[in-house]
């Protein structure tokens, strides 16, 4: 076979094993973390095509995020539900499936048409696990006819357990990440609708403006002269506050 160069000798196990270890320990993105786990698994496989699936906590779908061949339009939005495909069944059963040929024809196929990957004949998926918990999963395409080793499941089989926490790990932190980015953009918000109450507040005062009439005058003045309204309100604020200045010193 053609992937027995590759899983025999021990020395290559252990470069294998040692770079696991290297992976896991260090302080990936989840992006990096997910291209490591293609280049493994295509190093331990020989495949033509390499998919990885996360399971997305908030929708509990299957979805795709990585691969060997660009599919950048794809990433994030080619979905599966729990049992639905191959995919959906390995995840669901927490076991291994492998198609060493005509994997199309199995009954549990779900074909993508944005996916060449679904042409192959050849099928292997092992799951991605943290903690005994399916995360997600790893398929692996071969073009020809493939018959799918003892060693070479086994080793994918171990990528899938030894990455598995490293990938929750990536996963979570991205999701702080990302929490943390809604906490600000809140907070922006929130400070820029009390500039702009404020703003129509002067205007109602200065023009005898209706909150409606001063919302709409903001607005429009806002679209002319293509400025955020948050600069304009700004802007009136400001020029209230140098005004009531001048009078005091006055």
Request: overall charge negative; proline content about 2%; charged content about 25%.
């Amino acid at each position: 076979m053609a992937t027995a160069s590759l899983v025999e000798p021990p020395t290559s196990q252990v470069l294998l094993f040692h770079r696991i270890s290297n992976i896991v320990s260090s302080e990936l993105s989840l992006d990096e973390m997910l291209g490591e786990i293609v280049g493994l698994t295509v190093q331990v496989t020989e495949c033509d095509a390499c998919l990885v699936y996360l399971i997305e906590r908030e929708t509990s779908e299957i979805v795709l995020r990585a691969s060997q061949v660009p599919h950048q339009v794809d990433l994030g939005n080619i979905r599966l539900k729990m049992g639905e495909g191959v995919t959906g069944w390995v995840v669901e059963h927490q076991s291994v499936v492998a198609l060493a040929q005509n994997a199309g024809a199995d009954r549990r196929f779900k074909r993508f048409q944005a996916l060449v990957e679904d042409t192959y004949e050849a099928f292997l998926s092992v799951p991605l696990l943290s903690g005994g918990e399916v995360i997600g999963v790893i398929n692996v395409h071969h073009r020809e006819p493939h018959f799918h080793t003892q060693d070479e499941v086994s080793l994918l089989t171990f990528i899938g357990e030894q990455m598995g926490g490293a990938i929750s790990k990536s996963v979570l932190a991205e999701e702080n990440v990302r929490l943390q980015q809604e906490t600000a953009e809140m907070r922006r918000q929130l400070e820029t609708r009390k500039i702009v109450e404020r703003a129509k507040g002067l205007l109602q005062h200065r023009h005898s403006l209706t909150e409606e009439e001063a919302y709409l005058r903001l607005r429009n003045e806002s679209r002319r002269l293509r400025r955020p309204m948050r600069e304009l309100a700004e802007a009136i604020i400001l020029s209230e506050d140098l005004s009531r200045k001048s009078d005091s010193l006055q």
